[in-house]
């Protein structure tokens, strides 16, 4: 089971204005400032570090880090 921290952790090495403390679980990740061009290499980061792939449909559906971490723990 994968932990929110570390998608957080994820989120803030992609945009490094963005502390992993800052962020909301269910907040929409555009709005927390995640970039349409960051997107495609944050979700690389998901699929490297927790072994699952999100296709280009599911990348629209998760749009929270909870949605995220609950996706990862579904599919792992």
Sequence with gaps: MITTDKVK?????INDQIEAADLDDNKNLTDQGLESLDTFDFFLQIED???VKVSDDQMDKLN???KIVDYVNENI
């Design 9 to 13: 952790e994820i989120f803030a090495s």
């Design 49 to 51: 570090d927790f072994g």
């Design 64 to 66: 929270t880090i909870q």
